[in-house]
């Protein structure tokens, strides 16, 4: 028996002294042409309020292979209703594989086929009227996330949105939240740009939750949907780039893996290079070698000459000058601001925008600010500014003490004409959530993102 659903109860607040972004679909439960328990009533009948819907389940596959938007709002609305009324182990009646495999195959396709390194410009159509919004970690909270789309308004011709990647993990609903994005990606594949994140990988998934998650829910098909979605992560793109100014990735910027010159004679041309294999000195890449990187890997590697995807993925800003390893994680790197100056000149941009550090992670950085508004000004240099932005509110969704770091969520919105200054929107989470149980030993598990176990990643 299907019961009723109802609309979430959306808690925002929006301190930011800029308008709400222009919204031509504000509540996807009221607005679209989802089925309608009431849509059978009389006029006599007393209308309901708030519109009693429940989803169209099980989902199919549309006959000619075309998502919508109204196939696209089911989803959100069937995954809703689901978390809420449904035990986990019954997604699949709402989900059925069949359908599951479509849909990460056709994205999977579009995905692959992308560059290391997105490009959104007027050639992909962002024009005056348009805005881009870019979100951060997710993390599995798919409440927020249907919040935060409904907040922003959903993608459209006008309203592009990028994604930094971490959309599973920790929270429960990693699996509804990626497919969920993954159908608007689908949807409209030229709006939607969902980057990778360190999480899409083997490793943080077997140890943070999602594949438990996936089996518990998929039983007898679990392994066969894990993998499905693992093949997906592995076309995930690493980075963007946004109206020609503005870099956003999951972790940060990258090494050069070119031989690095130990000494460079200053100020002569022509002259000789000395290279000395024994000292590696760590240096910026560049676009040209972001975009050779070979991403399709499980994990990315933390040795060899694959770097930069790891570094793209797991590297964290620093307010200590230069470029080193990232020991606290065990891959990545750590940079400073004077590495922020340099690749914004580097690039000729204006801005970084990364995620990656939740406020756990920041409660251990020190001279590193608090993540309590969902978003850091971590360096401000001559060039620009690097930005970190974590969408994933009260998180994690399950932690050992009781003392919960009740930080906002936010997303930041990019607007014509140079997209270059960022637009800050907080957001509470959506409460209260769903009950429950934890996919992964959240006590034992390392509290602030971890430290890369490199033993049991062995590839
Ligand atoms: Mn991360």
Known sequence: MLSESEPPAAAASLPSATPPPPSSDEDFFSSVSVASTSSTSSPSTPIPSPPQLHPEIPISWPEDGTLTLAWVTNLMLAFDWSSKNLAPTELPS?????VFDRLILTASKILHKEPNCVHIDGGSGLGNN??????????GQLHDVLFLLRDAGFPSDDRFFVFNGDYVDRGAWGLETFLTLLAWKVFMP???FLLRGNHESKYCTSVYGFEKEVLAKYADSGKHV???CLGCFEGLPLASIIGDHVYTAHGGIFRSIAVTPAKRAKGKKNRKIVSNPDVTTLSLGSMEELLKARRSVLDPPWEGTNL??????WSDPSMKPGLSPNKERGIGLLWGPDCTEDFLKMLNLKLIIRSHEGPDAREKREGM???????TIDHEVQSGKLITVFSAPDYPQFQATKDRYRNKGAYIILEPPNFDIPVYRSFEAVMPRPKVNPYYD???CIDSDEELDLASMAT
Do not use: T
């Open 442 to 444: 959240f006590e034992d």
């Open 308 to 313: 930069i995807p790891g570094d793209v993925l």
């Open 369 to 375: 600010e608090g993540m309590d508004q969902g978003y």
């Open 94 to 98: 709402v989900l059925p594989v069949v």
């Open 190 to 192: 030229n709006r939607v």
């Open 226 to 228: 894990y993998r499905k």
């Open 130 to 139: 348009s805005r881009v919004v870019v979100v951060g970690d997710v993390h």
